[in-house]
């Protein structure tokens, strides 16, 4: 591929350059596909190609809003991740329902789950401790649309799942699960644990 | 959950700040951090707010790796 610099991208894909620009980009974001999706089995070459059309499409709609914060061929190659994941994403999870993964006045923390983190005794006590605060704080404290989150993000729901279900955006899920933490956080303080402690352990 | 996950979650909540960004806002940020990274610059410092989005989120850390790997391969 030609190497242009960012303002020779957008010269060439809106002038008498724009084909030999386009199939730059398309031979570029393929390679980028290849390496980190098909050489892994997420998706085939074919799957790749329409990944990489559909990408070309969005960014020749949306080069007009790039800023030039990063190169231009980083931010398209973004935007082709972005639909191949987003895509895997809402693959693995379209037969699952959110509430299928939520647990419900139960704790959420079971006494073997923290006897598997570690071997310590010292340290089962203070996860244990920990976790009894996380669960009431979850079970109490929590509004329903952040408990929702909350235990989706736990059982490993991907954010843009989250998000579709509960009928909201990226950022407001995010800000609920951040306001949860937040809650959490506070309650640990507040019950004075060797929270440091345990952390240096574990790290 | 996994050992680690619990583990995860525990460094998660302590290292919680009052002001985070969003996926969205990560997203868009996205691009430009991962050039800094690529330069070996200084994220935390440049973009402390992407980096510490990106030590909470999953999601956002996933699409990073393979951008960065992408870049590196294509």
Redesign the interface.
């Known amino acids: 591929m030609r190497e242009r610099t960012n303002p020779e991208w957008m010269d060439d894909l809106r002038g008498k350059e724009q084909v030999e620009a386009i199939e730059d980009l398309r031979s570029?974001?393929l390679?980028?596909?290849?390496?980190?999706?098909v050489v892994r089995g997420s998706i085939n070459e074919q799957d790749a190609q329409d990944f990489v059309q559909e990408a070309l499409l969005v960014i020749l709609e949306k080069k007009a809003t790039f800023q030039g914060?990063?190169?231009f061929?980083?931010?398209a190659?973004?935007i082709a991740?972005?639909i191949v994941?987003n895509q895997l994403?809402k693959k693995s999870w379209q037969d699952i329902a959110l509430q299928d993964s939520a647990v419900d006045d139960q704790s959420l923390?079971p006494q073997q789950?923290?006897n598997?983190?570690?071997n310590s005794p010292e340290q089962q006590a203070v996860?244990s401790d920990?976790?009894e605060i996380?669960d009431d704080v979850v079970q109490h404290e929590l509004t329903p649309r952040q408990r929702e989150a909350f235990q989706a993000m736990?059982s490993g729901v991907?954010?843009?799942i989250i998000s579709e279900r509960m009928h909201s955006?990226?950022?407001?899920?995010?800000?609920l699960i951040?306001d949860a933490?937040?809650k959490?956080?506070k309650r640990?303080l507040e019950a004075n644990l060797a929270?440091?402690d345990?952390?240096d352990l574990?790290s | 959950m996994e050992p680690n996950k619990l583990k995860e979650l525990v460094r998660k909540i302590w290292n919680t700040k009052e002001h985070e960004i969003g996926c969205e806002d990560c997203l868009e940020q996205l691009d430009a951090f991962v050039d800094l990274t690529l330069a070996g610059k200084d994220t935390q410092m440049m973009m402390p707010l992407v980096q510490q989005h990106l030590d909470q989120c999953d999601d956002c850390r996933e699409a990073f790796e393979i951008l960065l790997e992408a870049i590196k391969a294509a």
Do not use: C, D, E
Request: proline residues 2%; without cysteine; charged residues 15%.
């Open positions: 570029y974001l390679q980028g596909l290849h390496r980190t999706f914060k990063s190169r061929t980083t931010w190659m973004k991740i972005n994941l994403r923390f789950m923290i598997n983190a570690t996860l920990i976790f996380v736990l991907p954010m843009v955006t990226l950022n407001a899920v995010y800000k951040h933490r937040v959490m956080r640990l929270l440091q345990v952390m574990f």
